[in-house]
């Protein structure tokens, strides 16, 4: 854990308010309740979790195209031969509302 952590962490095990241990280590009052909310559950708050992406769906036929030219390939010619394939026809976002 950083010392940055730490610090917030101990400013607000101070005072046990989100919004004057932000105050007092500089940062946001959400940043100090995520620290908090991570330290109860025993995660380590400087670690990220990796996040999805939309060509994760893909990834094993853009690997394929890209077996198949022994890495020559380009992104056009990927994204060409991925429309046949139905790399452009993604799942629905979520709607904003």
Do not use: F, N, W
Not at 16 to 37: F, N
Not at 57 to 64: A, D, I, N, R
């Amino acid at each position: 854990m950083s010392e940055e952590i730490k610090e917030i962490l101990a400013a607000y095990d101070l005072t046990g308010s989100y919004r004057k241990a932000a105050e007092l280590a500089g940062c946001d009052h959400h940043t100090v309740r995520r620290y908090v909310q991570l330290r109860g559950t025993g995660i380590d708050p400087a670690v990220r979790l990796p996040r999805t992406k939309l060509i994760d769906l893909y990834m094993p036929t853009v690997e394929e195209l890209i077996e198949a030219s022994h890495g020559r390939i380009g992104a056009r010619a990927v994204a060409g031969d991925g429309a046949q394939a139905g790399i452009h026809e993604h799942p629905p976002t979520r709607a904003l509302e």
